[in-house]
DNA sequence: GCCGAAACCATGAAATATCATACAAACTGC
DNA sequence: GCAGTTTGTATGATATTTCATGGTTTCGGC
């Protein structure tokens, strides 16, 4: 998604008129957030010829190879028919194949080709500079403390805390 | 978006054989934050017959009323042409209107409705309610914390900073 | 072992998003 | 005030996403 310069939250509360809602909506700076921060580096993937999704389901398979379509759906944050078409759609660009997980015959695999590994590891790796460079405009420390809370609250809003 | 229950990050650590890259990659970490966060409320967004692009325009005119469309795509994190899109479906439904600008006749400003700002508030008060109910699972304070650092971090990704 | 239920993945049909581009209005420098 | 540029919004054609559901395979209680 081609998006535009990402607006300044603190337009919405110059609006005095009465409380603004979204300036501290947890919810809403979660997904601005994001947006915001990756938008610079999506503008990469596309240029490499991926869609989003793609990078994500490489990444994933960059971190564990042959996870079953649905645990990847969710790692990657979609439908799992969505991820069914996109694996097609990799698969046919002979970046991932399918197989059938022996144990139990319902489930299919994806694994990462040569391709595919060789793609997935330098997106990784830009990925990584990206980071780099991201964190570098935020004052010292801020990043790490980001990420710890960050992985304290997916835990509990995931459910991953019971 | 209907998701499954959001996976387990530690389970791609336990996978040691290399590096793994997901768990500690920041917008990652942001990204499943947010889609974690958001699912269960997204979900009521839905049972309230809206889709979540449609609750974030409600949203963003609850807090500013009248705002021009490009702005308003930005906010809402969607491109424009699908605002657009939405606003045609909205403005149908009879959630919101559009009126041109008098200033400068390229802009189009979109209004909500008196229906369009009576189900703004309702849901404005059930996401309040959400908030709530989500940041009672952390520990006290944790909430605030992360609101205080995304800001501080949305300002220097979003360009806020300069 | 059998039967109903649940988990896993794929797919058709309809709705939606995307990209490029068109169109209109407002600026800019002259 | 005019030509060229930029900004703001809409739209057509295509590709994608979604929802509901279908087909398999496994599980659980009996």
């Keep these: 998604m081609k998006m535009d310069r990402p607006p300044h939250l603190k337009d919405l509360e110059e609006d005095a008129e009465k409380q603004p ?8 700076l979660l997904a601005s957030t994001s947006a915001a921060a990756s938008a610079e580096f ?3 993937v596309r240029e490499h010829g991926l869609r989003v999704p793609e990078w994500r389901v490489l990444a994933c ?5 042959g996870q079953m379509v649905t645990r990847l759906a969710g ?3 979609m439908e799992q028919s969505r991820l069914t078409r996109i694996i097609d759609q990799m ?8 197989r059938s997980d022996a144990l139990d015959r319902r489930r299919v695999r994806v694994h990462l ?4 590994r060789i793609l997935a590891e330098e997106m990784v790796q830009r990925a990584a500079e990206h980071e780099a460079a991201l964190l570098s405009r935020l004052p010292d420390g801020k990043g790490n403390e980001l990420r710890r809370l960050l992985k304290e609250v997916y835990r509990q809003f995931s459910g991953e805390a019971d």
Aim: net charge negative.
């Design 75 to 77: 790692l990657a944050l």
């Design 21 to 28: 809602f979204l300036p501290n909506y947890l919810l809403f």
């Design 91 to 98: 698969d046919a660009r002979g970046l991932v194949e399918r």
């Design 61 to 65: 398979l960059h971190d564990e190879d």
């Design 42 to 44: 999506h503008a990469t």
């Design 113 to 116: 080709t040569g391709d595919g």
